[in-house]
């Protein structure tokens, strides 16, 4: 059997040579033994400055788009895969079992602590989609521990018919009783088709880590959801500037549409628009024609404007020290 490599050290990572990983062991939980593991791309421009990027549900980090576009704008790149998600994933586990979102905390400390150690002083902390959501309650947390967020269509609000809607209060409560009690995720496999190239899509991943019928929940993790909405819908009151992209619009159908690839067909960006500016004191809404729910992964024009808006507005929040790029 081969040798667990040392939690301290870097190893190659799947997506290839521009890119290694480290583990980060967590002390054990409900499951048993617990790991979070940092990528890193491996250019690194000479500069104080880094991202660190946190996926999505039912999701890993592949997007080497990405880690090329905030390096070649002068940003050390990293991503996590949180506990139970991508590269963590431990066989005693269940992916995405969780039963407060406040248990990633520990990995975000422990990521960030890395990225620092290595240099990476001003530091933006974006996350897609759930990730989104757990990165602006971490920021509310903790006041002064990054100078800017970027979220990428975070998931502020379920988006369900009425009618599932009304048995999510009764599921969740049992998630404080039962947390391993299975609930339905109301998710069909459409949004994995648009995207994976074996599909209708243009990009190619892991299917093990981001299956296209999603990896089950349970009313524990239905809990933590809910119990973290609240929060969002209260106010969060963060301090840093946070950037909120989403799609244009979203676009419903049970049959197969070319417009799912032009739409969110996993959030309703109307509660998007609605709740961001309870994130914070200084909140930018910004839509993306054309985007859909990762707006890095949609077609090539909208892919561009979302960068392009994301570096605009990190050059005005956060302008590049002197003598750096």
Do not use: C
Request: no cysteine.
């Amino acid at each position: 059997m081969a040798s667990t490599p040392a939690s301290g050290s870097y190893t190659p990572d799947p997506l290839g040579p521009d890119f290694e990983q480290r583990r980060l062991p967590q002390p054990p939980d409900y499951e048993g033994p617990v790991q979070a593991v940092l990528v890193r791309a491996t250019a690194a421009p000479a500069t104080g400055r880094a991202v660190l990027y946190v996926h999505g549900f039912n999701d890993y980090f592949f997007q080497t788009e990405m880690a090329a576009q905030y390096t070649a704008h002068g940003y050390r790149f990293y991503a996590l895969d949180l506990r139970k998600y991508g590269r963590a994933i431990l066989p005693h586990q269940h992916p995405n079992n969780v039963r407060s979102l406040t248990e990633y905390f520990a990995d975000l400390d422990a990521a960030l602590a890395v990225v620092r150690a290595e240099g990476g002083q001003q530091l933006v902390l974006s996350g897609h989609s759930t990730g989104g959501l757990i990165v602006s309650l971490y920021a509310a947390a903790h006041p002064n521990a990054v100078p800017a967020l970027v979220l990428n269509s975070p998931f502020l609000e379920l988006h369900q018919a009425r009618i599932k809607r009304l048995g999510v209060p009764l599921l969740a409560a049992l998630g404080r009783v039962w947390p391993n009690l299975p609930v339905p995720a109301g998710l069909s496999d459409t949004y994995g088709q648009s995207l994976h190239r074996a599909y209708r899509g243009h990009w190619d991943y892991n299917l093990a880590w981001k299956p296209n019928h999603v990896f089950g929940v349970n009313a524990g993790w239905l809990r933590a959801i809910r119990q973290g909405h609240a929060q969002v819908r209260a106010g969060l009151g963060i301090a840093a500037p946070v950037l909120v992209l989403h799609a244009s619009r979203t676009a419903v159908g049970q049959q197969w549409s070319d417009d799912f690839q032009r739409a969110d067909i996993v959030l309703n960006v109307a509660h998007i628009r609605h709740l961001a500016p309870r994130l914070g004191l200084n909140v930018t809404v910004q839509e993306i024609p054309d985007g859909i729910h990762d707006l890095f992964l949609s077609g090539p024009a909208a892919r561009a404007q979302a960068y392009q808006t994301v570096f605009a507005w990190l050059a005005q929040v956060l302008p590049a020290p002197a003598g750096q790029q």
